[in-house]
């Protein structure tokens, strides 16, 4: 994980606003948001593994499901997962059990970030403080 500064750590936003702004410039709220925080992510690469540059969020005024909720962003920071090839070792076969054993588990959940995403990565936050300043 590579933490990148931003002149964006700290300030708030209403989350329905941000989400629409950030949706267009192509991140999504991550799968693993709680009630009083979360993540937009955006894929930079899945080249041998997945490369995200993840901006952090907290609810600072309701709960993140409701429509008027207002988040303060944390200090993005790029993250790289890498997958092993092929299935798990308890992957059983059949139609029924593919259904829930189709993917592998990470075999690095923080791997080393390569300096071209953290080059990209800092570009993307550049052009997000453009857009949200």
């Known amino acids: 994980m590579i933490e ?7 300030k708030q936003y209403p989350l329905y606003d941000l989400e629409l ?18 993540y937009f992510d955006y894929l930079m690469d899945d080249d041998d593994g997945y ?8 609810a600072v005024d309701g709960q993140l499901d409701a429509h008027n909720a207002t988040v303060r962003l ?4 790029i993250l790289t997962h890498k997958y092993k090839e092929g299935l798990d070792d308890h992957a059983a076969i059949g139609n029924f059990q ?20 953290v080059q990209l990565g800092e570009t993307l936050i550049q052009e997000l403080e453009r857009r949200l300043n």
């Open 4 to 10: 990148i500064s931003s002149s964006l750590e700290g």
């Open 51 to 58: 490369h995200f540059l993840r901006i952090p969020f907290r």
């Open 74 to 77: 944390g200090r993005p920071f």
């Open 98 to 117: 593919a259904s829930f054993n189709q993917f592998s588990e990470p075999a690095e959940k923080d791997a080393d970030v390569l300096e071209p995403y």
């Open 21 to 38: 702004e950030l949706k267009q410039l192509g991140y999504t709220i991550g799968g693993n948001w709680d009630y009083d925080h979360g």
